[in-house]
């Protein structure tokens, strides 16, 4: 897991992969796309085809790495989301840092099982009145009815 943010650095795979759909798009319209996305995006461009392999051989052998450490486990445990909801107003000051801070914070747990090629669930794990929170279980690639279960038996336990 420690690997991935360096991998990240110019976006991943889905920046690289949306710039080079984009990118004529962005140069001839730019202005139309929602400058949140564009922000996303963009960063693709930044990326080298050597870093764009060298991320897709990464992948490869950390899925297979993924694989081995699941094997036997009913899922890895984590939260669905690193922080809760920002309020919607934070964002009306079109600060591009603290939307990118605070998009790259509610994706980085999920990104991971996309990223490893797992399947994942988020159980709803707050009271009623509390602040959103969810339980994510990760399993294994095509794992999903094994996943299924583990989630069920984790609302039983949450009584939900």
Known sequence: LEEIPDLYRHGGLAA?????????LLAERGD???QRVRIRIEPGGEASAAHYVDVLQARTRMIE??????????AFVLPTVAILPPPIASFDD?????????NLLSLRNTSVGNFLD???ISIPASAPGEPPVGLMLMGRPMGDRQ???AAGTIEDILGR
Not at 94 to 102: A, F, G, L, P, V
């Open 94 to 102: 079109d600060d591009r840092e603290h939307y990118s801070t605070q």
């Open 32 to 34: 139309e796309y929602d």
């Open 16 to 24: 690289a992969e949306a710039y080079a759909f984009h990118r004529d």
């Open 65 to 74: 790495v993924a694989r081995r450490r699941l094997d036997g486990l009913d």
């Open 118 to 120: 797992t399947c994942s």
């Open 147 to 149: 996943l299924f279960r």
